[in-house]
Structure formats: C-alpha cells, structure tokens
Nanobody, 124 residues
Framework: QAQLIESGGGTVQAGDSLRLSCTPAEDTLTYYAAGWFRQAPGKDREFVAT????????YYGDSVKGRFTISRDNAKNTVYLQMNSLEPEDTAIFYC?????????????????WGQGTQVTVSS
C-alpha cells in the first residue's frame, strides 16, 4: 500500500509545464527529506530531485537541472515538482519518496516510503 500520494501527471506537448504534488496518506512529511524519481519504459528508476526537510538544501539530476524545481510547503504537508520546458525524453512514471531523516539524498536505497507513481507523457 502506497504511503505517499502523487498527483498532477498528465499528457502534454514538448515545451509545456506540469506541477506534480506529493502528500502522505497518513502522518506528516514535515520532518522528512523527500525526493522525486522517475522510470521510463525499459529503463531503471532514476533520480530527479531531492529536498531536505527544511527546504534549504535541494539537488537535481543532470538531465533536469535548470528545468525542474523541487519545493515543499510544510504547512500544507506537500512536496512539489515544477517541471518546465518538458521534453519527450521526460516521459516516465514519476515517483515521490520520503526518508526518515532531514537530510536530502539522491540514492533510491535511502528512501523509506514511496508512492505508486503518476504518469507524465510528453509528445513532440
């Protein structure tokens, strides 16, 4: 059972924007670092972005730097991924994850909670 719930995925054209949201099914994300990962068909899951619990530290995968922005609103218990200038190569299932620490991480194995994913499809 997914412990995080993603929303905001969809089908867009190249150059468009989308904003993904992630909220916990229960409990709170306030004290947890969070991350976004994605998996394209036939490929391994890859790191997209991560943010510390405070929001002061943020890191991005090379393929999304300058186009994607991770943020969080702890008052709303939500983590966001703003995706601009989308490309067909961004087509994937995007997963939200959280870890029982305040420190951001790019490693899949560091995360304790996952969502079921939301599909993002970018057409050319």
């Amino acid at each position: 059972q997914a412990q995080l719930i993603e929303s905001g995925g969809g089908t867009v054209q190249a150059g468009d924007s989308l904003r993904l949201s992630c909220t916990p099914a229960e409990d709170t994300l306030t004290y947890y670092a969070a991350g976004w990962f994605r998996q394209a068909p036939g490929k391994d899951r890859e790191f997209v972005a991560t943010i510390s619990a405070s929001g002061r530290s943020r890191y991005y995968g090379d393929s999304v730097k300058g186009r994607f922005t991770i943020s969080r609103d702890n008052a709303k218990n939500t983590v966001y991924l703003q995706m601009n200038s989308l490309e067909p190569e961004d087509t994937a299932i995007f997963y939200c994850a959280a870890r029982r620490t305040t420190v951001a991480s790019a490693l899949i194995s560091d995360y304790d909670f996952w969502g079921q994913g939301t599909q993002v499809t970018v057409s050319s």
